[in-house]
């Protein structure tokens, strides 16, 4: 079974609509992000997650919210998707403990209508 | 602020050609520097990470990077390219113990037979 998980993989809305975007994790890690991938632009951090009381803003916040509901589900929402939001969302774990590396889940393919 | 720059978006080689992806960096501090690899329709897989220990890191899939300081680089390279190379590559430096990870644009890595 893969580690890191997110549903749906693939999702197609309209603008206006809410949307939520999950992720779960079993390696027992305190991190977590949320990422967005658009051609040409590598990975772009949404926020971020050191633990269940701890969320932050990263680089591209404005249009988005996210839950960390316990240490391994931390879900992303729109609350009122816009054309532009149309993109490849990751979601990835850390342990500072093991050095940094990121788990990357598989991706959910947006698109907003 | 950290930056990363890969300089170019597009690299073809041939089937057992050597292969090099160029990364430099702009960090105010001793970076932790990653390459990541992505193959279509699939996450991010780590290929290997420099957190000041050895300049020359090995990773897998017979891939390696050298951090040279003097030039803010973090070049891969491998000495053979093979089918399976084909993915895209993404260099990332990162500050802090993982607070905040920058990526940079990526470089699409084509193989020819």
């Known amino acids: 079974d893969a580690d890191v998980t997110q549903t749906p993989r693939n999702r197609i809305t309209k603008t206006g609509k809410r949307i939520m975007l999950e992720c779960s994790q079993t390696k027992g890690h305190d991190r977590m992000y949320w990422y967005r991938q658009d051609p040409g632009l590598g990975l772009r951090l949404i926020y971020y997650s050191f633990d269940v009381k701890d969320i932050n803003k990263g680089e591209i916040s404005d249009g988005y919210s996210v839950s960390r509901q316990a240490q391994a589900k931390f879900s992303l929402s729109l609350e009122s998707a816009i054309p532009n939001q149309t993109a490849l969302y990751f979601c990835?774990?850390?342990?500072?403990?093991?050095?940094?590396?990121?788990?990357f889940g598989p991706g959910t393919r947006l698109t907003v209508l | 602020a950290q930056s990363v720059t890969q300089l170019d978006s597009h690299v073809s080689v041939s089937e057992g050609t050597p292969v090099l992806l160029r990364c430099n960096y702009s960090?105010?501090?001793?970076?932790?520097l990653f390459w990541y690899v992505q193959h279509p329709n699939k996450g991010l897989q780590l290929l290997l990470k420099?957190?000041?220990?050895?300049?020359l890191v090995k990773g897998i899939n017979g891939f390696e990077a050298e951090f040279k300081k003097s030039e803010t680089s973090f070049h891969l390279t491998k000495p053979s390219a093979h089918m399976s190379d084909a993915a895209e590559y993404f260099c990332?430096?990162?500050?802090?113990?993982?607070?905040?990870?920058?990526f940079g644009p990526g470089t699409r890595l084509s193989v020819l037979p």
């Open positions: 990835a774990t850390s342990d500072p403990i093991g050095g940094d590396e990121q788990f």
């Open positions: 990332v430096v990162t500050l802090d113990y993982g607070q905040n990870f920058v």
């Open positions: 420099y957190t000041s220990a050895a300049t």
């Open positions: 960090s105010s501090y001793s970076p932790s």
